[in-house]
């Protein structure tokens, strides 16, 4: 048998050596025979800590890289819970922490059936955890109950197995919407919940645990710093640090402005708003100074968040303060088979081509692109695209383009 000392000393010899070791240097280094430096490297590889590669007629021993399991767990917008036999949680990611409202030691390690995930194993989640040795995958669909909330879930129940061979369950779950106590207006026609009202709620819950997580990081970022300048002698490095702190800071605080303007309390429910009185209320927000503002949109309404108005004012805030040269900016529509075109366009310096492939994604930038992303979200909830058409050095041109069924003119009614 494989002495476990040995073992530990070659793992941490190789961790030392990126790029890889000959079973002769861990010999060499270890002061060890080559035959006993090939036994415990083969049984690294064969219990999947290394991994050979060959070089000539020589074999190289690397550690094998290995992705942290809760990391891989957080990698979507799913709860995620992973139990044993006797139902002890052993693994679960961060949105589900995020849903409960619990720390991993609340949870981790004790009978789900005691602790606040209880709400999560209903009668018919527990029937299919016995069964599912014999049954396989299951998917089941219900409700879940959380103080005065209840919401619509669905959960897929899968069969596992852990390294040491033994059977596991897990759990991923989605909750779409709430069932009880609706805000006025979720209702589409027949009493079903309007879709539009469903992608609001899973729309929240996601860009909340996204939120959640980068502040999370930023905190790590900022408490890191700290510990470098405590470490710091030099009084240069403790300005650049302290600098590295304060911009750190001034980010999160940022981003928790924005949690307060795109994310309230309440969900906010899609309706028909009026083009024109968006535009009002975005215009009311910023000062346009000598740029001129021009909209041909009149007794439009379309069916969108009723905070559709930050959007503009993004676009708007964006051609004043990135646009340069802007003297003026103009809002038109256009019916484009049967969908609805609204274009907005400035004579500013305009977007370069390599930032449009990312200008509406998460990080992309600082500060305010971080909105058009948020912009993007919003709009998305009632199927409105937005995109980037402009040339640049001729101006910025954004175009929202508005589904059939989700427009109408006011007139008409």
């Not at 402005?257 to 309706?271: A, C, H, T």
């Not at 310096?349 to 919003?378: C, D, N, Y």
């Amino acid at each position: 048998m494989a002495d476990r000392g040995d073992i530990d000393r070659i793992r941490g010899l190789l961790q030392q050596h990126q790029k890889g070791l000959t079973i002769e240097e861990v010999a060499q280094e270890l002061d060890i025979n080559r035959s006993t430096a090939s036994k415990y490297l083969n049984s690294l590889v064969f219990s999947g800590s290394a991994t050979i590669r060959k070089l000539g007629p020589a074999k190289l021993f690397y550690l094998r890289e290995q992705l942290p399991l809760q990391h891989l767990l957080n990698c979507t917008y799913d709860g995620l819970v992973v139990l044993d036999a006797d139902l002890v949680v052993q693994e679960i990611n961060a949105n589900a922490l995020f849903f409960f409202d619990v720390q991993p030691d609340q949870v981790k390690g004790l009978d789900a059936l005691h602790t606040p995930l209880r709400p999560l194993f209903d009668q018919e989640t527990c029937s299919s955890l016995r069964e599912i040795p014999e049954s396989g995958e299951r998917e089941i669909e219900g409700s879940l109950t959380l103080g005065q909330d209840t919401w619509a879930v669905r959960k897929k129940i899968i069969p596992l197995q852990f390294q040491s061979g033994k059977p596991g369950t897990g759990i991923i779950f989605r909750v779409t919407s709430p069932g009880e106590g609706l805000h006025e207006g979720v209702h589409a026609k027949g009493g079903e919940i309007d879709p539009s009202y469903i992608r609001a709620c899973k729309q929240s819950f996601q860009l909340s645990a996204l939120f959640r997580r980068f502040s999370l990081n930023q905190l790590s970022l900022a408490t890191d710093t700290l510990k470098r300048v405590e470490q710091s002698a030099n009084q240069e490095m403790v300005h650049q640090l302290l600098q590295e702190e304060t911009m750190i800071l001034e980010n999160l605080r940022f981003h928790l402005n924005l949690i307060e303007e795109y994310l309230d309390d309440d969900i906010k429910v899609p309706g028909w708003y009026l083009i024109e009185d968006i535009l009002t209320r975005s215009l009311s927000s910023q000062k346009l100074a000598h740029i001129r503002f021009f909209s041909d949109i009149r007794g439009v309404e379309v069916f969108t968040d009723r905070d559709c108005g930050r959007i503009f004012s993004t676009l708007l805030e964006n051609s004043i303060v990135h646009g340069k040269k802007v003297t003026s900016i103009r809002v038109t529509s256009k019916e484009r088979e049967e969908a609805l075109c609204i274009t907005y366009e400035d004579d500013g310096v305009g977007i370069p081509e390599r930032e449009k492939a990312t200008l509406f994604e998460w990080g992309h930038g600082i500060h305010k692109a971080h909105s058009l992303f948020l912009s993007r979200q919003i709009l998305a909830v009632t199927d409105i695209s937005i995109r980037e058409t402009g040339t640049y050095g001729r101006g910025a041109r954004f175009e929202l383009l508005v589904p059939a069924g989700n427009w109408r003119e006011k007139e008409a009614l």
